[in-house]
Nanobody, 119 residues
Framework: QVQLVESGGGLVQPGGSLRLSCVISGGTFSAYDMGWYRQAPGSGREFVAA?????????YYADSAKDRFTISKDNAKNTVYLHMNSLKPEGAAIYYC???????????WGRGTQVTVSS
């Protein structure tokens, strides 16, 4: 059974940075593309970033994340990261990690980590 566990969320001031982590267990890490999504109160879950590392490094970002967020992967730690810089109040949400059998089509989800952006 594949399990994903996110961590690294918390309270940050506008303009600040956070690094979210997602550890995958119970599966072959290299078999999956990995993604990050977020859900704010009263809103649906939206795509933030995704990556395919099967033949190099291909990454995709939502317009709201481009130039500020970076998705990366550490195979030795079975971990995918989301580095978030210049955070804005509208970035406050629960952030979810996904493992995708096909890029952009999540097969497994973590339980999420809360990010609060407030002064």
């Amino acid at each position: 059974q594949v399990q994903l566990v996110e961590s690294g969320g918390g309270l940050v001031q506008p303009g600040g940075s956070l690094r979210l982590s997602c550890v995958i267990s119970g599966g072959t890490f290299s078999a999956y593309d990995m993604g990050w999504y977020r859900q704010a109160p009263g809103s649906g879950r939206e795509f933030v970033a995704a990556g395919n590392w099967s033949g190099g490094s291909i990454t995709y970002y939502a317009d709201s994340a481009k130039d500020r967020f970076t998705i990366s992967k550490d195979n030795a730690k079975n971990t995918v990261y989301l580095h978030m810089n210049s955070l804005k109040p509208e970035g406050a949400a629960i952030y979810y990690c996904s493992a995708d059998s096909t890029l952009g089509s999540p097969s497994y989800w973590g339980r999420g980590t809360q990010v609060t952006v407030s002064s």
